[in-house]
């Protein structure tokens, strides 16, 4: 286990700002938090006792960009200079949306409603895959409002019809790709963010799923480019391991880059493994790096240098502590990138 600080990478490793415009640092999180089930495998808790650990761990990992401090006014809070995040979660049904909001928003108790929170400080896109609405698991795109504009938003669904809740290729439940375009306020430099949960039943979807993934962003990305350069990131469960059908798919198209392999081993923060059970002693088959965070584009396997992201840092992190509360059976993921100056 590494002992490098993830959060060194927004101060010990930036470049200076050159004349061509500042860069901008992002840290993006990709979490898969387990629906809220009302029949939990052995060993795993109810919502009502993950969501206080799980959220608490969300607002650790961005209390340094966007959050204020406790106690402070989040109605007049500032982001902060140095840096935004972007949160990609998958498993999400829409109490657990409302209730990670609330707490990234710190929204009383007393002011809380059915519906997640819209700012004063997070912001969401994406929907509920069965209705296209609010039924279903969510992949949602949770960004910081204060530092970003929405410019366009979409769902995917990952099936022979993309355009209606639906599935195919003997998937065992209907799939969706967030994507949303995000600009930022101050240098109105732009990017693309993606999250996605892929099939764990049928390797054909998840085959086929990447092939609609990869078409959509690129469709985007050329909607919205405009001749500038046009950051990429795709967060996710891909229930596939490196050496599976979806991983190799995006490795061997070259596109996007799996920011894992793009850190040096020294560097990397944590666990190797990304998804672990509820008791990982009985889960050893299914063990193992299924979550990603994929940054580009890149114009070639070999182009080192077109892509406008420069990979800062990569973290797994631990789910769970010494009060023996699984946040998660997954692992969440952080990756720390640089978007150069335009």
């Known amino acids: ?37 009302s029949s939990p495998f052995p060993n795993e808790k109810l919502w009502p006792d993950r969501a206080p650990v799980l959220t608490n761990q969300l607002l650790h990992e961005v209390r340094l ?36 909001l609330a707490a990234l928003n710190r929204v009383p108790d007393d002011q809380r409603t059915d ?36 410019l366009h938003n979409e769902t995917i669904w990952l099936s022979p019809t993309p355009d209606k809740p639906s599935k ?40 086929e799923s990447v092939k609609i993934i990869l078409a959509t962003l690129r469709r985007v990305h050329e909607q919205w480019s405009q001749g500038q350069p046009l950051g990429v990131f795709l967060t996710g469960d891909f229930n596939s391991f490196p050496d599976q059908e979806a991983y190799l798919s995006l490795r061997d198209d ?27 002693e009985d889960w050893q088959k299914e063990r193992g790096r299924i979550d990603y965070i994929w940054f580009g ?15 800062l840092g990569y973290a797994i992190l631990p789910n769970v502590f010494d009060n023996g509360i699984y946040l998660s059976d997954h692992r969440a993921v952080v990756g720390d990138l640089r978007l150069r100056g335009t």
């Open 65 to 100: 960009l966007e959050t204020p401090s406790p106690g402070a006014n989040v109605s007049t809070a500032q982001p902060l200079a140095h840096g935004s995040a972007f949160i990609g979660l998958q498993e999400v049904l829409h109490n657990q949306l409302v209730d990670i």
């Open 115 to 150: 519906e997640p929170a819209q700012g004063p400080l997070w912001a969401h896109v994406g929907v509920g895959r069965d209705d296209g609405a609010t039924k279903g698991e969510y992949s949602p795109i949770i960004y910081p409002i204060q530092t970003y504009d929405l």
């Open 297 to 311: 584009p890149h114009g070639s396997s070999a182009d080192t240098g077109s892509s406008p992201w420069s990979p």
């Open 168 to 207: 195919g290729w003997g998937a065992g439940s209907i799939r969706i790709l967030t994507v949303g375009v995000f600009e930022h306020k101050q240098t109105k430099r732009r990017h693309i963010a993606a999250n996605t949960h892929l099939d764990n039943e049928s390797s054909e979807s998840r085959f």
């Open 254 to 280: 070259g596109w996007l880059r799996d920011l894992h392999e793009e850190i040096p081993p020294p560097e990397r923060y944590g666990e190797d493994v990304t998804f672990t059970g509820f008791k990982p």
């Open 1 to 37: 286990m590494a002992t490098w600080n993830p959060f060194q990478t927004f101060f010990a490793r930036q470049s200076p700002v050159g004349d061509d415009g500042p860069p901008i640092q992002l840290r993006v999180i990709s979490f898969n938090i387990r629906y809220a089930t």
